[in-house]
């Protein structure tokens, strides 16, 4: 077993070992939700054209210390993107989060991705983040789950995720072209249901959120491309 195990990891680098180490050990990574989402005074909406220049004012407040130079057009881009829904957060009628997700198209594995998630420094640490992420995944269509949801990390954001479960995964450098490191988790549709329940005491436009997210999965199949884990 271990001889296997050292041909195996020959040439990896530790972070990469260890996380093959506990794929073995522990099998894919389970979601898990922390605590439950914010306060009532939160209100969880699908992102309107009015809100982009707020959206970019909190990726230029962020982007310094979390994102990578040269992205702000990408934000821009997927904000806009068929493929993408993005929802708001606002606290007391402002919106002070954004967070997006995509559902590439896929034949063997049933993916979303997660995008572009950034809370207004001034509203950090009030649970604005964890309300968008459990939101995104609560409005995931029910063919799409089970599914893996994945995400890269920017900046320093992984220790936020790895608190829903997600852990580090290797992608072939081919499909890697930013260099980003990569974590993943695995979504039951049982999941999908507690991330629902933990947003009742929050005012989320279910319908609407909804009915985006079935769009946005039909134009990514209508326009399937190669996926990066064919
Ligand atoms: C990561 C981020 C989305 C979290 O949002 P948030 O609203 O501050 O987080 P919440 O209030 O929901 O949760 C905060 C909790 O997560 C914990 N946490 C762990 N790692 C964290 C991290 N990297 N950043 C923020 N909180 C983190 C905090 O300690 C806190 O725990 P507590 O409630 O037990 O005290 C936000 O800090 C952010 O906008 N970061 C910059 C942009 C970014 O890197 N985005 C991801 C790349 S796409």
């Known amino acids: 077993m271990l001889a296997s195990l050292s041909a195996h990891t020959s040439g990896m680098g530790s972070h990469t070992i260890l996380a ?9 990574p389970r979601f898990r939700v922390p605590v439950d989402a914010g306060s ?18 909190i990726y230029r407040l ?4 979390h994102f990578p130079g040269g992205f702000l057009e990408k934000f ?26 995509s559902m590439p198209a896929n034949l063997s594995h049933c993916i ?12 950090k640490g009030v649970g604005l ?12 269509p029910q063919s799409h789950t089970p599914c893996t949801v994945v995400m890269t990390s920017v900046g320093g954001s992984n220790t936020f995720y790895e608190r829903f479960g997600f852990r580090y995964f290797q992608v072939p450098p081919k499909f890697n072209e930013y ?12 999941d999908r249901i507690r991330c629902e329940q933990s947003l009742r005491g929050i005012q989320v436009a279910e319908d609407e959120i909804r009915a ?14 190669p996926s990066q884990f064919a």
């Open 62 to 65: 962020n982007e310094v210390k």
């Open 20 to 28: 093959k180490l506990s794929d073995w050990f522990l099998g894919p």
């Open 76 to 101: 821009v881009s997927a904000l806009k993107s068929p493929r993408h829904v993005f929802l708001v957060a606002e606290v007391d009628g402002r919106v002070r989060a954004v967070a997006g997700f």
């Open 212 to 225: 985006a997210s079935e769009a946005a999965r039909l134009a990514s199949f209508a326009t399937a491309a």
């Open 129 to 140: 983040g964890t309300t968008l992420l459990l939101s995104r995944l609560a409005a995931l």
């Open 179 to 190: 260099g980003f490191d990569h974590y993943r988790v695995h979504l039951s549709l049982g």
């Open 112 to 123: 979303t991705w997660l995008a572009f998630g950034m809370v207004h420094p001034e509203s």
């Open 40 to 57: 009532p005074n939160f209100r969880v909406r699908l992102l309107r054209p009015d809100d982009y220049a707020i959206c970019e004012e």
